[in-house]
């Protein structure tokens, strides 16, 4: 057989990308079936999910499947370096630039200033983007996606996006959990560790309960998770975020499973597909259509409850101050006990409880208890009789009349486990006669052809209508490729008779044209280039808060005009009283102990002050200021001792600035 093939490239940008997360290359492979756009994920070290690395190998799998679609891969390499690991991570990425990788997701700006293979730049979220300025200066030194802070507003979204260039891609958080602090800027817990969160090694520090008291040691809450975040859902806000300039819509969840992943991708697959049929002047940036075989529920995965945090301003309700854990759904509440069961009514007599299922129920004290059901058993419509595998004295405050969660369904589990999503091209495929025999040619969705042709008699048919008919059956067989018919031209004299194993093999070879040429067709993303003279930064001094870790990136910064370069808190040169954590969020605020809430409140107007508060867990002790002009909060502390000899210093001036 002989083969050709052409490509025709869209000059149209595809505008809107769905971002998700891979821990690893499975994971990302079924995000993409599941309709992801681009998939991220660590690299073999230097990501800040240090439990989520991959070797070079298993990336270049993700990106071979991933690239079949026009789907895109990141590498993430988003933690700040020391000197010494600046040429390891330099190899490291030429690594993942010939495994196929498109992009690299970054925070350490010494990265630029290396010999680096032409591979696109993305700012990562640790970068802390919250304002034009920023945003502009990182595009203009070369980079090409702009991760921003997750607190932003629309109104804060839309001034960065009309200070950009038009090529500029705005990113954004739009589903997972939220860390309470503007990304890159929470030292607890490197300050009582030694792990560093923009290192990749974060204690989690927020999720812990603490006693709020005032100055005289008063308790304003008592083991409340009071930086602990609900979860970020922006499924209602996605059209208010894509008028507000976002284009890359980011998962979050690079610890997250299978089940997750599949679930939340498939979700905002639909959501962004549903915009894109109502809007025609946006579209997708990758091919195929996806198909599922379950209906997608954000409820069902692990969630700390929901929060859209501040896109739509500042609410009151965005803490799981009572709770770091998934308190799951409502599912009934208890009816009887035994001495090793408990009944419990559905609140749908449909309601299944199954063998495994996870129950939870909040105790007396607010306290979220756990119940895995052993065995379980229907007593009737809607009744259930279950068995829990621990011992039922162990549960405290269970009793008659208390309200029954379930946090663990294994139906939607075990559905989620098996192939749920299809994802296919569309093609057309025309069959036409040539001299000595036929040839077949497919044609894309994107507007990439392939034609082979082969050598066969010509035999009329003696059915014409049979002969059509099952032409155009072998014709149209791509059940196992990534391909599916749209339509079947048939470009032929008259009639003839096929068969079936020519044919067959026909389409096989032109499948493999296809492939090979959409392969050849596909285009990474071009490097930004940075513009000359140097851009200025917007500031032209530094503090610990700019993660300056190695002299690259000091020399980048000098190069851009700073002129007092602090080096990062990881050097410990900040031993005393500094702010470890800022955040937009508000323990005040949230407390209703905020003096702009008692504006106008007879009586309460002028008696409440923004005077700092503690945080007490155990023996550690932090303190809350207030920054009322800025409307954010530091979490204040110490570094301590045995963190401070256990690091290497950095210096970048012989006497401190």
Not at 4 to 23: G, Q, V, Y
């Amino acid at each position: 057989m002989a083969f050709c093939w052409s490509e025709t490239p869209s000059l149209e940008p595809h505008h809107l990308e769905l971002l998700a997360p891979a821990r690893d290359a499975d994971i990302g492979i079924e995000a993409v079936n599941h309709g992801a756009d681009a998939v991220y994920i660590g690299g073999p070290s230097f990501g800040a999910r240090a439990a989520a690395a991959n070797d070079i190998a298993d990336i270049a799998r993700l990106v071979a499947h991933a690239h079949r679609f026009n789907a895109r891969i990141f590498a993430t390499l988003n933690t700040i370096l020391a000197d010494d690991e600046l040429e390891p991570a330099r190899r490291q990425i030429w690594q993942l630039y010939e495994a196929g990788v498109d992009a690299l997701i970054i925070q350490d700006m010494g990265l630029l200033e290396l010999d680096l293979p032409p591979i696109q730049l993305h700012a990562s979220t640790q970068c802390d983007i919250r304002t034009p300025e920023k945003a502009r200066f990182l595009q203009d030194a070369g980079l090409s996606q702009i991760v921003l802070a997750r607190e932003l507003d629309l109104a804060q979204i839309a001034a960065i996006r009309a200070a950009l260039r038009p090529e500029t891609v705005l990113e954004f958080f739009v589903h997972g959990a939220l860390c309470v602090a503007y990304s890159g800027q929470c030292y607890i817990s490197h300050a009582h560790t030694g792990r560093s969160a923009n290192r990749g090694d974060c204690s989690q520090a927020c999720r812990l309960p603490y006693q709020v008291t005032d100055l005289e040691g008063r308790i304003v809450a008592h083991d409340k998770h009071v930086l602990s975040m609900k979860d970020n859902n922006q499924s209602a806000n996605l059209e208010a975020l894509v008028d507000a300039g976002i284009r890359s819509f980011k998962i979050e969840g690079r610890y997250k499973d299978m089940g997750y992943v599949k679930n939340i991708t498939a979700h905002y697959r639909r959501l962004l597909d549903g915009l894109i049929e109502r809007r025609p002047e946006f579209a997708r940036s990758s091919s195929g259509r996806t198909t599922f075989a379950f209906t997608p529920d954000p409820n069902q995965n692990f969630n700390r409850e929901f929060t859209d945090y501040f896109v739509g301003g500042r609410k009151i309700d965005i803490g799981a101050f009572d709770t770091p854990k998934n308190p799951g759904l409502p599912i009934g509440h208890v009816t009887r006990l035994g001495d090793k069961w408990v009944e419990l009514e559905t609140d749908s007599p449909e309601a299944a409880l199954n063998n495994g299922d996870g129950l939870c129920y909040y105790t007396l004290q607010k306290e979220l208890a756990g119940l895995a059901i052993n065995r379980a058993e229907r007593t009737g419509e809607g009744r259930w009789r279950v068995f829990p595998r621990d011992p039922l004295a162990s549960f405290k405050d269970l009793r008659v009349g208390t309200q029954v969660n379930r946090n663990r369904d294994m139906a939607w589990l075990r559905m989620l486990e098996k192939p749920s999503a299809e994802r296919r091209i569309g093609v057309w495929l025309r069959l036409a006669e040539t001299a000595d025999g036929f040839a077949l040619t497919l044609t894309d969705a994107d507007g990439v052809s392939a034609t082979v042709t082969a050598a066969h008699g010509k035999e009329a048919a003696k059915d014409a209508a049979r002969a059509e008919a099952t032409l155009r059956d072998h014709l149209g067989k791509l059940g196992t490729t990534v391909f599916e018919a749209m339509d079947i031209g048939l470009d032929l004299a008259q009639p003839w008779f096929l068969p079936a194993s020519f044919v067959n093999a026909l389409r096989r070879d032109a499948v493999a044209a296809l492939e090979t040429a959409r392969a050849r067709a596909y285009a990474r993303p071009p490097r930004a280039q940075p513009v000359d003279p140097p851009a200025a930064y917007p500031e032209d001094s530094l503090s610990y808060l700019a993660n300056v870790y190695n002299h690259r990136a000091r020399d980048f910064y000098a190069k851009h005009g700073v002129k007092m370069i602090a080096a990062a808190y990881e050097s410990h040169e900040e031993t005393g009283e500094a702010s470890l954590m800022i955040t937009k969020h508000c323990v005040r605020y949230s407390l209703s102990l905020c003096p702009k809430q008692a504006k106008g409140v007879t009586g309460v107007q002028g008696t409440v002050r923004a005077a700092p508060l503690a945080l007490v867990n155990g023996s550690e002790k932090l303190t809350l200021r207030f920054d009322c002009k800025r409307c954010e909060m530091h979490v204040m502390g110490k570094l301590k001792p045995a963190v401070a000899k256990s690091g290497v210093p950095l210096t970048f001036y012989r006497t401190r600035p």
